[in-house]
């Protein structure tokens, strides 16, 4: 055991022991399952043992695992400690707060952000940063964001979060039809185009069907972005799924989408750091987001 421990891999197994599960532990690092996997194998072959057992019930510490996870979690917390008093001992009194954005938040709430944080006891300036989600992690962590918007479809183990905003989910129709609400089972036997996996709508339309036990028929093709859907719809190559803000507008063939009779929607929370220099600040905005949807 001479080299060093890799910091990623200590994250990792920090990650698994919280969820109890090496998938959503990758979900919560925007990294694939076998890369989260590769990096907690690397981190018991130095230690000299294995940390977890994989059983069909779910995933459990080892002996091992049990007497060294609780020291990886001090350490990781020891790290991230360390992170954050730099930060409060380098950056200037009159801190911005960074947010960013994955690109599905719609802009209403894009500005009531920008607006709470211009009102907090102490205003403040706000920059602005969209990206894609598995970005928007990495840089929280890192801490060079300090709150992120995003779908809440993954957990990140560790940091504070607050659903802020709920949006109906439409289905954007190739038949023109607008007016009847479309059931989900209904809508199951659509076939799908999909957008890149980065800003959480396809994870949450996989998660969707996948807990209505429900096959998702996607077209094998890819979107680049919203307004592509809309026009592959018109092409007839499938229908599309999106939160109603995402319409370019309001005249787009779309029909509300029901489970049950129950309108689907899609949740969004603010994610931050308990530990950040403006912590009292971050939850203060995410308090008053969550006051106000």
Excluded at 18 to 45: C, D, H, M
Excluded at 115 to 136: G, K, T, W
Excluded at 198 to 224: R, S
Excluded at 271 to 281: E, G, Q, Y
Aim: aromatic share 6%.
């Amino acid at each position: 055991m001479s080299e060093r421990l890799n910091t990623e891999g200590l994250r990792y197994a920090q990650a698994v022991a919280e969820t109890r599960s090496f998938s959503a532990a990758a979900r919560a690092y925007g990294v694939t399952q076998p890369a989260l996997s590769n990096g907690i194998a690397k981190l018991e072959e130095r230690l000299g043992g294995k940390l977890f057992e994989r059983s069909p019930r779910g995933v459990t510490p080892t002996d091992f695992g049990t007497r060294l996870l609780p020291l990886v979690e001090r350490a990781v917390s020891a790290l991230d400690a360390v992170a954050g008093e730099a930060r409060r001992l380098t950056e200037p009194d009159d801190q911005k707060i960074r947010l960013g954005l994955s690109p599905l938040i719609s802009q209403a709430l894009v500005a009531r952000a920008f607006s709470m944080v211009r009102d907090l006891p102490q205003p403040r300036d706000v920059v602005l940063r969209e990206a894609n989600m598995q970005d928007l992690r990495e840089d929280l962590i890192a801490g060079r964001i300090d709150i992120i918007l995003i779908p809440a479809v993954a957990a990140m183990p560790r940091y504070e979060h607050r659903v802020v905003d709920v949006e109906p989910m439409v289905v954007v129709t190739p038949d023109g039809d607008q007016c009847a609400p479309l059931e989900l089972e209904e809508a199951g036997e659509a076939q799908f185009i999909l957008v890149p996996d980065t800003c959480g709508l396809t994870t949450f339309t996989t998660q969707l069907f996948q807990a209505h036990e429900m096959p998702l028929n996607a077209y094998p093709g890819e979107a680049a972005g919203y307004q592509v859907l809309e026009e592959w719809t018109k092409l007839g190559l499938g229908s599309a799924m999106v939160p109603r803000s995402k319409l370019t507008s309001p005249d787009v063939p779309h029909r509300p989408l029901l489970d049950q009779g129950r309108e689907v929607q899609i949740s969004f929370e603010a994610v931050w750091n308990a530990d950040a220099p403006l912590s009292a600040d971050l939850l203060h905005l995410a308090d008053g987001l969550a006051a106000s949807r």
